[in-house]
């Protein structure tokens, strides 16, 4: 079946940095991406979305880029703050699929004072 | 608050026991849906429901059954529990099955262990 993976399961980045999560998906067909934040203890969270006649999408720090190409697409947090530490979900939807969202297996972030 | 309540949170139980965990909504959404999360394999869903009434299998249903009588409950079900279902369980909704908005919303979780 197809899949949505992540390129690193980690990443650590200093407390004002810009971080980059980053996804890749295999179904040419979705239409809607979404990113989620999971924190330790807690279910996910949305954070963003972007639909695939978008390719960027601002939201308060963050900023999602979708590459249809090369079905790729990137969580961008500006100035990482230590409350931005947790697990990043990516999110694929096609319209024409009923099970609604595939999730991706997350990338941990960490953020270093 | 709007918000999507599961329990138990936590819940340790032997096999072949079985067991219901509950998930209740409050923002009248039609969509539910189970996901079970476990280490490297992210969210799998396990069944869905687009409305009452209506439910259907998701990518792991083996195992699992789920009941959509009321709008805002939406029970997952082991009947007969294994080691194999020890997992993290997340239940959420949205409001429209159709492809205007699919925001979901989650809840807090229900770790499982079946000894």
């Known amino acids: 079946g197809e899949s949505v993976g992540l390129h690193l399961p980690t990443l650590s980045v200093q407390e004002g940095d810009n971080s980059i999560i980053n996804c890749a998906y295999s179904?040419?067909?979705?239409?809607?991406f979404i990113w989620y934040k999971q924190e330790s203890g807690k279910g996910p969270q949305f954070i963003i979305d972007i639909r695939s006649n978008m390719d960027k999408r601002q939201g308060q720090r963050v900023t999602v880029l979708l590459n249809k190409t090369v079905k790729h697409l990137s969580l961008q947090i500006a100035a990482t703050q230590p409350g931005d530490s947790a697990v990043y979900f990516c999110a694929e939807n096609y319209s024409g699929s009923a099970r609604q969202l595939t999730f991706g297996s997350g990338t941990q972030l960490t953020v270093l004072p | 608050e709007a918000q999507v309540t599961q329990n138990p949170r936590y819940l340790i139980t032997v096999t072949g026991k079985k067991l219901t965990v509950t998930c209740s909504q409050n923002m009248n959404h039609e969509y539910m849906s189970w996901y079970r999360q476990d280490p490297g394999l992210g969210l799998r869903q396990i069944y869905y429901s687009m409305n009452v009434e209506v439910t259907d299998k998701g990518d792991v249903p083996e195992g699992y059954k789920v009941s959509r009588k009321e709008k805002r409950n939406f029970p997952l079900i082991l009947e007969s529990p294994s080691p194999n279902q020890t997992s993290l369980y997340f239940c959420?909704?949205?409001?429209?099955?159709?492809?205007?908005?699919?925001?979901?919303?989650f809840g807090s979780g229900t770790r499982l262990t079946v000894v």
């Open positions: 179904n040419s067909a979705s239409d809607y």
């Open positions: 959420a909704s949205r409001p429209h099955p159709g492809p205007a908005n699919y925001g979901y919303t």
